[in-house]
Every structure is written in C-alpha cells, then in structure tokens.
C-alpha cells in the first residue's frame, strides 16, 4: 500500500472519528499515532535498509498538511516527530532508527527553553542553558525545556544542551522519555493545538549514557540550523496552509472537517 493510501484509510478510519475528542477535550491522539505507526508512516523518512519509507521532506510535508485538515493536534506532534526523526536519521543508533521504522517508536523535539521568540523567529532554539556534565559513560542534563509537544507521551525527545567541552555552541542528546527524573506536569500547559499534549519537561538532572549524543560535541547548532529548522517550518508552513483554507463541511467526519480523500493528490 503506498503512503497516501494508507494515510487516507488512517485519517478517515481513526483521526476524523476522534478529532472531535481530541481538540475538543484535549485528549491525546494516542489511537492515531498507533495507527500511523502500524501503516509505517512514523516511519516514512527513515531509510529503507532500516524498514521505514524512504522518504523525505516534501512526502512528510503532505502527510503533516493532510492530517491538519483532519485534527490539528495529531499533525502537530508529527510536526515534532518527523523533525525529530530527521536528526535520528543521520545521528542515531540503528537500533533506535529500526524502532521508528517499525512503528514502535514516536520522538520529539525538546530545544526551546525561554518560550517562543518572536513572530517568525526560531531563535529560542539557537542557544541553550541546559547544563551537561559527564561522570564516566554518564552525563547529567540539567534543564526545562518548554513547547515541548507530546510532553510524556513521546518515546524519547531530541534534547539540546551546552557543550561538554567548548563554550560555545549545542550538543544534541537522545533523551528517552522512561529516563529517571525525567518530569512532565500533569496538566500539560505550554500552547500548541489542544489535545498535542504541549507542555513543559524537567530535568533535574536526567542521567543518559555518553553514547546518548546525536552529532559531535557542540555541533548541535549546525544540525539546528541545516535539518531541524528546515524540516519543522515547511511542516508548520504546511499545517498552517491547510488550516487557513475554506472547511467543507461532511456528514461523516462532522460538519466542518474536510473529507481526506478531497484531500488526496489528483
């Protein structure tokens, strides 16, 4: 089955029946991302000697701007996902990218510390003041990283900090979400579309191994800068088209919601 197929029979079987408990009580699509992950589209921009899709940006693009029309919140944390997954796929394990591949696995950006900057600005995502110190094979991330989507639902999060070594610069981690002192509130509070589960995490400090980072030490801000950022505006760009435009209104996906096949590529 290709992936716009399966995407059809994913929004139309499991994201529009439960968009409206989604956005509407704020629960997270929980049955959604099992969903995508059985038809490999958690794992669509991983490589196929792994077990994911091959593809890349512009075949995320659509996957994200097709699930906006549908429920806002679960395009959201495949926003987040496939960003994340970008980095995972030149830095991490090959077991981790296998995991992500077989639909087993969802990840998440968790760079931003300060809140938003502003309109139109990804800067709050250029610096941080995370604390990384290492003992060993050990090294303690101390820090609160906000807008974090998927708060406590994700499986692991792409985590910036300071350097080890250097003053200046990033260094990215693979944080996974089961680590110890690894805290998300219970009421998840930090914006993004309801039901996304958008909220703060705290580390205070979560212990990873060494081998937990993605890219050399205080290269994290080039990786920010070539992938992450490239890859998370053409996501925002498209969900954010899709839901500017005109609601068709549909008797069994419930008045306003767009059919996913008009949708559909012609």
């Not at 995407?7 to 995508?36: C, D, N």
């Not at 994911?52 to 429920?71: D, I, K, M, S, Y």
């Not at 800067?123 to 406590?152: I, W």
Request: glycine content about 12%.
């Amino acid at each position: 089955m290709s992936y716009r197929n399966a995407l059809s029979e994913v929004l139309t079987s499991v994201i529009a029946p439960s968009a409206e408990v989604t956005g509407g009580q704020g629960k997270f699509p929980r049955g959604a991302v099992t969903a995508l992950g059985h038809t490999g589209l958690l794992g669509l921009t991983v490589s196929v000697e792994f077990g994911g899709g091959g593809r890349g940006l512009p075949e995320a693009v659509e996957v994200v701007a097709r699930t906006a029309g549908v429920c806002p919140a679960t395009a959201a944390v495949l926003q987040s996902h496939y960003a994340a997954v970008a980095v995972i796929e030149s830095y991490g394990s090959p077991w981790l990218r296998a995991e992500i591949a077989a639909g087993r696995h969802l990840s998440s950006l968790a760079l931003a510390e300060d809140g938003p900057g502003e309109q139109g600005s990804e800067s709050h995502l250029l610096a941080s003041s995370c604390t990384a110190a290492r003992s060993g094979d050990v090294v303690a991330l101390r820090a609160r990283k906000h807008q974090v989507v998927a708060a406590g639902e994700a499986d692991s999060y792409v985590w910036s900090s300071r350097p080890l070594t250097t003053a200046d610069g990033l260094t990215l981690w693979v944080v996974p979400a089961h680590a110890p002192d690894l805290f998300v509130p219970a009421r998840p509070g930090g914006g993004g579309p309801y039901g996304s589960a958008t909220s703060t995490v705290f580390a205070d400090p979560v212990l990873v191994p060494a081998s937990a980072m993605l890219g050399g030490d205080g290269g994290g801000l080039d990786i920010v800068l070539r992938t992450v950022l490239p890859w998370l505006l053409e996501l925002r760009t498209a969900a954010g088209a899709e839901a500017r435009r005109p609601a068709v209104a549909d008797v069994s996906l419930g008045a306003g919601r767009r059919p996913a096949d008009s949708l559909a590529p012609s």
